[in-house]
C-alpha cells in the first residue's frame, strides 16, 4: 500500500526558504505526477503544483516566481522548496499523488501532512 | 483568478440527507472531485469525476452535476460524516487545479 510521508523543519525565518520533502513508500514515484497542497490553519486548501517523475513541472499561477518542486527517483522522494516566505506562507503542507484520467487529473492519495510556521 | 464557492456551513440531523453545493463557471468543462477532511486529518477522496465513488466509500455518498453547479450528496448521514468537505476542479484549460473554500457538514 502507498504512503506518502512529509518531513522537513517546521520553523523557517521570513525571507528565507521553505524547503520539504514527500517520500513514497510502499510504490514507486515513476509513472506518477506528484502534488504539494497547503492549508492555513483554519483556513482551505491551496494546490501549489505538481511535478511528473520525468520532472516536468506545473505550478499555481500565484505562487509560480516563489516555488521549485523537484524529484529524485533514486530515493522515490520529491521536493518543495518556496522561496521569500512570510508569515502568510503558514500552513500545513501536504503531498499528494496524483491522478490522471484522460485529460482529467485529481488527488488520490493524501499524506498526513507537516505544519510549517514562519516565524522570526 | 478562477472560484470556486461553496456554502461555509450546512447542518442535519442524523439519517436526513445533507446537500453540499460547489458553483463555477468551468464545471460544464471540467470534473469536480470532492474531499472528506476531519480535523487534524489528511483530506480524502469520496467522489472523483463528478459522480464516481472511490473504492472504500460508502454508497451512501454520492455526487451530480448540472451547468455551473455540482452537488455532493449524503443520504442517511451519520455522526461520523462531520467533517469539512472541499470541491475540486481545474480552469477551463484544465491546467491548473482549484479549491472550493471547503464546507463545514455539522450532525445535529
Known amino acids: 500500500q502507498v504512503q506518502l510521508q512529509e518531513s522537513g523543519p517546521g520553523l523557517v525565518k521570513p525571507s528565507e526558504t521553505l524547503s520539504l520533502t514527500c517520500t513514497v513508500s510502499?510504490?514507486?514515484?515513476?509513472?506518477?505526477?506528484w502534488s504539494w497542497i497547503r492549508q492555513p490553519p483554519g483556513k482551505g486548501l491551496e494546490w501549489i503544483g505538481y511535478?511528473?517523475?520525468?520532472?516536468?513541472?506545473n505550478y499555481n499561477p500565484s505562487l509560480k516566481s516563489r516555488v521549485t518542486i523537484s524529484v529524485d527517483t533514486s530515493k522515490n522522494q520529491f521536493s518543495l522548496k518556496l522561496s521569500s516566505v512570510t508569515a502568510a506562507d503558514t500552513a500545513v503542507y501536504y503531498c499528494?499523488?496524483?491522478?490522471?484520467?484522460?485529460?482529467?487529473?485529481?488527488?488520490?492519495?493524501w499524506g498526513r501532512g507537516t505544519l510549517v510556521t514562519v516565524s522570526s | 483568478s478562477y472560484e470556486l464557492t461553496q456554502p461555509p456551513s450546512v447542518s442535519v440531523s442524523p439519517g436526513q440527507t445533507a446537500r453540499i453545493t460547489c458553483s463555477g463557471d468551468?464545471?460544464?468543462?471540467?470534473?469536480a472531485y470532492w474531499y472528506q477532511q476531519k480535523p487534524g486529518q489528511a483530506p480524502v477522496l469520496v467522489i472523483y469525476?463528478?459522480?464516481e465513488r472511490p473504492s472504500g466509500i460508502p454508497e451512501r455518498f454520492s455526487g451530480s452535476s448540472s451547468g455551473t453547479t455540482v452537488t455532493l450528496t449524503i443520504s442517511g448521514v451519520q455522526a461520523e460524516d462531520e467533517a469539512d468537505y472541499y470541491c475540486?476542479?481545474?480552469?477551463?484549460?484544465?491546467?491548473?487545479?482549484?479549491f472550493g473554500g471547503g464546507t463545514q457538514l455539522t450532525v445535529l
Open positions: 469525476k463528478d459522480s
Open positions: 510502499g510504490g514507486s514515484i515513476s509513472s506518477y505526477y
Open positions: 468551468a464545471l460544464p468543462k471540467q470534473y
Open positions: 511535478i511528473y517523475y520525468s520532472g516536468s513541472t
Open positions: 475540486q476542479s481545474a480552469d477551463s484549460s484544465g491546467t491548473y487545479a482549484v
Open positions: 499528494a499523488r496524483v491522478r490522471w484520467e484522460l485529460r482529467y487529473w485529481y488527488f488520490d492519495l
